[in-house]
């Protein structure tokens, strides 16, 4: 009968579900912060939640107080209902408190309410006192339970005070919610508890108007159970509420082994990103605060409450009393983290202009205003703190991927938060070089079978895509000094060094990081001048290479001017489909020769022997020029390129560093070339996009080369945290979960492709929009150029800033290269997410253009 | 009475406490692996540990069975005791259950033991019917409380199968052990636990000799309370075992409630690094399995007990017969989980080396044998597999500090683990320009109260030392062109840059990073050859430092050539103290006088206007040249260097990679130096060492050069992860810990400085060793070089090997810069530990000197 539980079915189908919630929920998220808002959690059942909050109402309403305050209490999730009832709990406690305590209180008044809203029809039917119906409903029906009660002091009058509780949700077992939702076929969707919640948390702070504003509120959202237990979904309610991140207050357990219940489940909050404010337990004579105090430190108060009495019939007013010190002290601490967080969170743009010096930012051009705080990020969201009016986080879809590395949605954020605990505990970081430990011999077993599959041996590791590209060049040049006899000139002659000059072969609007080697493998651009790196040479042939894109709903080829001339009669030619475009078909084709001679020609003034140039490394971004404005590059070209160098032993290295990963939906851009490189260089999604963690990827022949008797002779580079433990964690984790089909479910085409992400018809409609030069759709990139001319167009340009400002007010995070925009979102968000931001950009595109021909016109009509 | 408890007095006592145990506990871990054994958890008290014990004993012992087993039960913390004994509960049911089941087991045959080690003396004189004693006995006593059993199949005969059960600790109160201990005054330090369980084991699973090798044993430690209760010291449990790692199984609740429980359980486990084989819990009726099994995904079997009957008279037989599959489903699970373990670790060492590629390594001088299998890292140690006769765990302190970055003592590691999960669920990664996140901000300011302060106004975030160097190369550059007017001549004609040359003024045998950039700073040396870089050109002006170092007791100078040929009576000189080096009143001396004109000379050839070279700006490593081989430059050459310098308008840069936070004893080696930068390069230390982070700061001044209309003349300059949240996470938390005396006790002066690590004593009998050239000891370092010619000395020598290997084996791993080996500690270890370390070094040097005379007079005699 019982027995070892068989974990793959069921686990997946609940899998789906909480994925699909957490995905697609709040595109209009929108957190007041206007008032103190908190979520009381407890680390087990029946700790006295709603004593706490019973307490914290009193404290608010019941205390000598200059002007009337509300105090409002949510009960999202309500099992057992109606025998039991938190939210009633509360109301008639305080009635009966505020009786009872009236008398000190001469000018006092209190409007008092109880609102049941939404219960299962099992529950409805309990509380209305109807037959259970012989159809069983489904769903949830509107109870519209209303109780309400006014109490006044002696003198009473002036206006009063409120207390406003509501229960959202209702079921009448008194199980766990996710159990009774079930059994009372009254499932109800992450999304619509949290929207409910958002209504009511917008109803009670916001509304009110101005007068309201001046309304001091207090507001706890009680939680059900523990922290982690489900909410009526499935979904554990530590994860359910993410998206709100309200601070918390933990109700801890004062009995044997609650010392241990109590760390655990604050430690489970942590691991989700809440803060806690306090924890707050019912003495039970073990001194459990002082074990607690050690484990948090400074961090947290703890405080402690009387014991309740256990008889049932005793009706707690004195516990209230004899508790009153503790939850005053409660309510101050809670106010004063509050405060603290608010006034931290009003400071943080001014600081951060007085203090950090951005990247890639003119600080001149970034006001105040402008900075955007992110107070945290969930899945593939900004959660960005406004001050406008009143104070409250709402959500940006970060639509940048931060610069390119993003990857995780909410679960997998989740678990990559619990793994990197883990690493962080069980290995911090550990020396890489001479040693083995778990995580790095995963991640390296991992890439060699994944993107290394079919041609690399060895794992490089280091720290980002600038060093894995140094390494890579180290690599290359090492293995055609070998091949090109120029080592043993070395050996021979010492001054035989300073008459060789080892170049790369690199494509016109490349990048390879920041740092002077990668920079040097790139053609001079707005980053290599004189004025951002003297030392700065390009040591390279670049050439300009022909590209691909579409344009009023048809892909084309434009080819650069030097092989527009030798064969005119291909340019703008149109292919029938983006597949077409990456078809093997074309090596047979004219333009394929005709590619092929012009790469002949170019090589042939460096293939001479004995000369001071060498071409030691082809070095190329495949398919997609990233930094340089997400050009698309014709893959036949670079194809033939590959070829061409293949045949010249000089060693093919791939920056996959933007593209790998399923940036362009498929594991490696090398996949869509359909060809291999010698060496190749991976970073960004590795990780999820969590961590830094780089990887240069080579072949056997390649690490010969640097194999023999002398330490000098191996590859002396490396960097402090090579193939760190936490890094290589998040990359064994993210680099399975984006080609699993059950947590992936954009993985197609037998776990070799992402579903196409960007509905066709709205990126056709985008290419023939007026202001857009061109398109490019692949994988998780959607890319547009502004049609622009002069200083408009270009990276310095701030062209797009309007443009961007209107998409950031949709909820939409984007960040420029110049007058391209792109929309970049993560392997594993779901199309209709994707609808939504082209839609939201066509319509912000129709502005655009608008506001620039008016502009125009204006200008025209000065000028005339 | 109730009320907010003070947090400060009582919680820094424990803190101390916990800190002094672990840091100095376990100099002879020894973990047998060569058996299963498993650590028995539980998400709170009173779930079953001792039935699920029981259990897997009964699975063990009481099935056919081949050949005859051994069944080991530790519970090394017990309270309640004689009324509560879990090891004579298991002693005891399953000799019942033996007389039971043994008609079907024929030729079985048992023989059983329960043995209570140490007692408390009311929990001894309990047991032993006395008298609590007049005067208050205190610490714990032998109580060697033994009983045995034996049991006989039908035919009975042949060898016995063996129950091994062992109380290690009791305490009289049923309350956690902290208390128990406490109020009975027989408090164990958590290294006594560990030792006597260390040897309870091993004695167990490593006894018996060769014949006991063939004994199937599997053993099972039983933990007290939840996962989190304190143990006797008042360290949480899951800390106190986390030396051993030992995995386990984990007993859930299957109550109401008890889902959070569970996972929050599990969570604290893998926040402490625990490896968990299973979770096992008590049907209540309420399927808590099904969330279970969701959360757990596919990592973690889950299986359900049959409900335990609540009738205390029942003798649990028959639901030990119901319960039978599940122990022996748990059983095969635990056994599976080990043996995949095993392989795997026996297996690492041959695919690591077929498939890394590890920096600075010639793997064709790294055997599989040399290859350490590091477990985990706990501290400052690792915990080492090996997998000679008997498999084991065993511990060496991580000497070579993991390339220099380590700081944490087991404390730290603990809290950054669950920060770092913390800021993967807050934040995971966000993008940092234009933008501000709490992390970053609080990062910098930390940066520039601290490290920073007095001169630096603004924070740059990278990802690594070289990055930091590029950047504030391009930095120093920027603003030493602006000063100089070659931007001005730039922009005028776009020509000129190409007859400008910048260069830096640099140290011989500095180093700054792999990548080209960071190389070019440096002289030549082996890293920079053709071989290694094609690219490197070394664009500097490298002088040959003064360095001091010890030697027989004595701090001295050493002049270079230059130097000494100019002031040859200061050669040799030497310091009655390592403080007098530094002391600023040698700024009159007659040897700065010499130092100063020395250096302008070499200025002078650069400092013509017009001329195609320039001195652009000062790069040095500040004190201690690190990889460059643990020089220790002349502090007063520095000064007079930045000096120089700063009058001719030319940018001074600090690398503060290895030196900064605390390295050196101070957070920085500028406050060694008496002088501050214009711009200095952090990383390493700066995130405790957990993760990649690097920050270089500047003034000001520096800043404003890069202020203007267009972007293009802000720095372009970046990394992905910028800035990350979980890199500045760790950054806030480790600089904090650092320089907090409550937390490193190693503070002293005020905040200002580390004490004394190395004990002068040992330090000075080392640097008059023989076989030693020199000795340098500062802060977390101590350096020596030994004696060396030809190729005996430099970087690649492998002269220093066979003493590597030595201290390997006396637990310290270290790794040599060549003939230069080293010892580095964290700035929290403490002076015991590194006295510890050096005493080792000492005897094996005395090892190594013997081995080489040897080796010398073989050679000689051959010779002759």
């Given amino acids: 009968m019982y027995f070892l539980l068989s974990l793959h079915r069921r686990g997946h189908r609940h899998l789906r579900h909480v994925k699909h919630l957490s995905t697609t929920a709040h595109s209009q998220l929108h957190v007041p912060l206007n008032h103190p808002t908190f979520l009381v959690w407890a680390s087990n059942t029946s700790l006295g939640k709603t004593l706490v909050s019973t307490g914290l109402a009193a404290s608010s309403l019941l205390n000598p107080i200059p002007k009337p305050r509300k105090f409002l209490y949510l009960k999202p999730v309500q099992t057992g209902y109606p025998s039991d009832s938190d939210s009633s709990f509360v109301f008639h406690k305080l009635s009966r408190l505020s009786l009872l305590r009236r008398h000190n209180l001469p000018h006092f008044s209190l409007f008092s309410s109880n609102h049941i809203l939404k219960a299962s029809f099992p529950a409805a039917n309990s509380v209305l006192g109807q037959e259970i119906s012989e159809t069983p409903h489904s769903g949830m029906r509107d109870l519209g339970h209303y109780e309400e009660a006014k109490a006044e002091g002696d003198v009473g009058g002036g206006a009063a005070s409120q207390l406003v509780c509501k229960t959202l949700y209702a079921w009448r077992e008194a199980v766990s919610p996710h159990l009774a939702a079930e059994r009372e076929s009254g499932v109800v969707e ?121 008889d049932l019939s005793n009706d707690l007013m004195e516990w209230f009393d004899e508790s009153r010190g503790v939850f005053d002290s409660l309510k101050e601490e809670m106010l004063s983290a509050y405060s603290k967080r608010m006034m931290r969170l009003q400071d943080m743009p001014k600081k951060a202009g007085e203090i950090f010096w951005w990247p890639f930012t003119q600080h001149q051009l970034v006001p105040e205003e402008a900075v955007t705080v992110i107070d945290s990020r969930h899945g593939e969201n900004f959660a960005v703190f406004k001050a406008q009016n009143n104070e409250f986080i709402t959500q940006q879809f970060d639509a940048c991927a931060s610069w390119w590395t993003q990857g995780p949605d909410t679960t997998l954020q989740t ?39 079919g041609w690399a041996s060895r794992t490089y590791f280091s720290d980002n895509g600038s060093t894995a590209i140094e390494i890579a060049l180290k690599m290359a040049f090492r293995k055609f000094s070998y091949d090109h006899g120029i080592l043993s000139d070395v050996r021979k002659d010492n001054t035989a060094s300073r008459r060789v000059e080892l170049m790369v072969l690199a494509l016109q609007g490349s990048y390879h990081g920041d740092t002077l080697g990668a920079m040097e493998a790139q053609a001079p651009s707005s980053y290599t001048g004189f004025l951002q790196q003297p030392w700065y040479t390009g040591r390279g042939l670049f050439l300009d290479p022909p590209t691909v894109y579409m344009c009023n709903g048809v892909w084309k080829l434009s080819l650069p001017e030097a092989l527009h001339l030798e064969i005119p009669k291909l340019e703008n030619k149109a292919f029938s489909s983006r597949d077409e475009i990456f078809h093997k078909i074309r090596d047979k084709s004219d333009l394929a020769r005709n590619y092929s001679s012009y790469i002949s020609e170019q090589l042939l003034q460096y293939s001479g022997s004995g000369g001071f140039y060498h071409i030691g490394a082809l070095i190329m971004e495949p398919v997609i020029l990233g930094a340089g404005g997400m050009h698309m590059i014709d893959p036949l070209f670079q194809r033939v390129l590959v070829n061409e160098c293949r045949s010249k032993k000089i060693p093919v290295i791939f920056d996959e560093v933007f593209t790998g990963f399923w940036r362009l939906g498929r594991e490696t851009a090398a996949e869509l070339l359909g060809c291999v490189p010698d060496i190749a260089c991976f970073a960004k999604l590795m990780t999820g996009g969590i961590i830094p963690l780089a990887a240069t990827l080579a072949t ?48 197609t085409d037998e776990g070799r492709s992402l579903r196409e992400l960007w509905d066709e018809e709205l990126v056709q409609q985008i290419s023939s929009h007026p202001a857009v030069e061109r398109v490019v759709a692949l994988g998780t990139l959607f890319a547009l150029e502004l049609r622009a001319e002069g200083s408009n167009a270009g990276y310095a340009s701030q062209y797009a800033s309007s443009l961007l400002q209107n998409l950031r007010q949709d909820g939409i995070y984007t960040r420029p290269l110049g007058n391209v925009i792109y929309l970049m979102c993560g392997p594993c968000t779901y199309p209709e997410i994707c609808s939504q931001l082209l839609v939201k950009l066509y319509k912000r595109l129709e502005d655009f253009d608008q506001f620039h021909q008016i502009k125009e016109e204006n200008s025209e009509s000065y000028g005339g």
Avoid at 197 to 215: A, D, N, S, V, Y
Avoid at 417 to 439: L, Q
Avoid at 706 to 711: C, D, H, N
Wanted: net charge negative; glycine share 12%; with cysteine.
């Fill in 415 to 453: 678990e990559l938060a619990r793994d990197m605990g883990y690493a962080a505990a069980r290995f911090g970081h550990v020396m890489f070089p001479e040693n083995v430990y778990e995580p790095a011999l995963e991640c390296a077993e991992l890439l060699l079978e994944g993107v290394g599959k």
């Fill in 700 to 747: 056997d022949v390649i690490f010969n080369s640097f194999i023999g008797e002398s330490k000098l002779k191996a590859l002396l580079h490396g960097h402090s945290y090579s193939g760190h433990a936490m890094g290589c964690t998040a990359a064994v984790k993210s680099i399975k979960w984006f080609k699993d089909p059950q947590t992936n479910l954009n993985i």
């Fill in 190 to 310: 992450d999304a619509a508890v949290l929207e409910l919640l958002q209504k009511c948390l917008r109803f009670e702070l916001e509304g009110g108007g101005e007068k309201g504003k001046e309304t001091e509120i207090f507001c706890v959202v009680e939680t059900a159970g523990g922290v982690a237990s489900p909410g009526p979904s499935g979904s554990l309610q530590c994860d359910l509420y993410r998206p709100f991140r309200l601070p918390g207050v933990l109700v801890g357990d004062g009995r044997l082994g609650g010392i241990s219940g109590t760390i655990s489940a604050y430690e489970s909050l942590k691991l989700r990103g809440y803060d806690i404010a306090a924890v707050v337990f019912e003495d039970h004579g073990l001194v459990n605060e002082m074990p607690l105090l050690s484990y948090l430190r400074n961090r947290v108060p703890v405080l402690v409450l009387p014991p309740v009495p256990k």
